[in-house]
């Protein structure tokens, strides 16, 4: 049977009649923009996460401009930033003219390497934005230390990670800003763009409140040159339906990995990430030669809570392309988050050459990168097509 890499109305239809509920409640009161429903829903993200403070806002990309706004950085200022992820990360801090500098990765995590993170840092550098990429965190310890240590500021880049959890803290919480995005195809996912900024700190929340509507309070009078980054009512409303059954979302995206992880692992040639490696690529390349590994699995630490945005294997020996043109042959979706790096973008060419050096794991990582599907509502069948496809490539 055809698998797809995600299906947003497997998740949406059945909540079909409470959505249009919410949508008719809105249409009424006629409050489309900064409505009840949006304090509403604001108050609910900052329960869940425990965060102070939650605005919402526009997307996940404005999150982050508006927190690198609150924090007023200015152009030539230097943002440390993964050369592995998504554009939106640098994207926000080149629109503001500073300008990205790029750490190298974590070939188990995906996440910023805090070692390389340290060389990096100059006179200029101002933040370190880490990003909890594919649904886990950072390693936040060692570089909330390493912020300190420079007096810095930490933004958390937590767009595909609301609910994961570090040591016990919540993705987002843990530094001055955390930014959430509620793009359709995240694990709370909305209809249309998008996100939330939430932090601890009273003055910078309210800071950020004002920014948020073209830096006017009251209304009509400007003290600061803001932005418009609001989230429309409609959103918050249709995403306060959802957010009340997140725990279970997650909870069966956690059922599906566990159910790869078991099961990919018995086949030959596929061996799960061993984290006590993570700081020694050589280390890991000799153990992963010993077991003949043809696909890495990839791994939740057991200090983390995984919440599994991305399942993202590892294909090894320049193979990726050829697993993902038999997965596309069996119909089974798949995708590559991300075939270049941030570093290697043509609009960053111009860069110094110090900000895009030093990042050969992200190069090594985006050339094996190959995610398949992990949704919460991908039925055990469909799970087993994907496994049964891959048990076919590798043997």
């Given at each position: 049977m055809p698998v797809p890499l995600l299906d947003v109305n497997a998740q949406n239809h059945p909540l079909e009649s409470e959505l249009q509920a919410a949508f008719t409640q809105v249409l009424k009161h006629g409050r489309f923009?900064?409505?009840?429903?949006?304090?509403?829903?604001?108050?609910?993200?900052?329960?869940?996460?425990?965060?102070?403070?939650?605005?919402?806002?526009?997307?996940?990309?404005?999150?982050?401009?508006l927190a690198l706004m609150a924090l007023n950085i200015q152009p030539g200022d230097e943002v440390l930033c993964p050369a592995f992820t998504f554009f939106a990360t640098a994207g926000a801090v080149s629109r503001l003219g500073a300008v990205p500098v790029f750490t190298d990765v974590c070939p188990i995590c995906?996440?910023?390497?805090?070692?390389?993170?340290?060389?990096?840092?100059?006179?200029?550098?101002?933040?370190?934005?880490?990003?909890?990429?594919?649904?886990?965190?950072?390693?936040?310890?060692?570089?909330?230390?390493?912020?300190?240590?420079?007096?810095?500021?930490v933004i958390e880049d937590t767009a595909q990670s609301i609910g994961a959890q570090y040591k016990g803290r919540q993705a987002g919480t843990m530094s001055e800003f955390g930014t959430y995005s509620f793009f359709p195809s995240k694990n709370l996912g909305g209809f249309g763009d998008s996100g939330m900024l939430v932090t601890n700190d009273d003055e910078m929340a309210e800071y950020a409140r004002v920014l948020r509507v073209h830096g006017g309070k009251p209304k009509y009078y400007h003290h600061y040159v803001g932005g418009n980054f609001r989230m429309d009512t409609l959103q918050c409303a249709l995403l306060s339906v959802k957010v009340k059954r997140y725990a279970q979302y997650t909870a069966d995206r956690q059922r599906n990995a566990t159910h790869y992880i078991t099961e990919l692992s018995k086949l030959n040639g596929v061996v799960q990430a061993?984290?006590?490696?993570?700081?020694?690529?050589?280390?890991?390349?000799?153990?992963?030669?010993?077991?003949?590994?043809?696909?890495?699995?990839?791994?939740?630490?057991?200090?983390?809570?995984?919440?599994?945005?991305?399942?993202?294997?590892?294909?090894?020996?320049?193979?990726?392309?050829?697993?993902?043109?038999?997965?596309?042959?069996?119909?089974?979706?798949?995708?590559?988050?991300?075939?270049?790096?941030?570093?290697?973008?043509?609009?960053?060419?111009?860069?110094?050459?110090?900000?895009?050096?030093?990042?050969?794991v992200s190069h090594r990582v985006a050339g094996e990168v190959l995610s398949i599907p992990i949704y919460g509502e991908l039925t055990e069948a469909q799970r087993n097509e994907v496994i049964a496809a891959i048990a076919e490539w590798v043997a």
């Open positions: 923009i900064m409505g009840p429903e949006m304090e509403t829903f604001e108050k609910e993200i900052a329960t869940m996460t425990g965060a102070k403070h939650a605005l919402s806002v526009s997307s996940g990309t404005d999150a982050l401009l995906f996440n910023m390497d805090v070692n390389d993170a340290r060389k990096k840092i100059t006179a200029k550098t101002k933040v370190i934005m880490p990003v909890h990429l594919f649904g886990q965190c950072a390693d936040m310890d060692p570089i909330l230390a390493l912020a300190k240590e420079h007096g810095l500021k061993n984290p006590a490696h993570c700081k020694c690529v050589a280390t890991q390349d000799t153990w992963l030669a010993a077991q003949n590994a043809k696909i890495v699995l990839p791994v939740s630490y057991e200090h983390n809570s995984h919440i599994w945005n991305q399942f993202t294997l590892r294909v090894l020996g320049g193979k990726r392309d050829a697993l993902r043109d038999h997965l596309v042959a069996k119909k089974i979706g798949c995708d590559i988050y991300y075939p270049v790096t941030l570093d290697q973008q043509k609009c960053f060419a111009n860069l110094p050459a110090s900000s895009l050096s030093g990042c050969d």
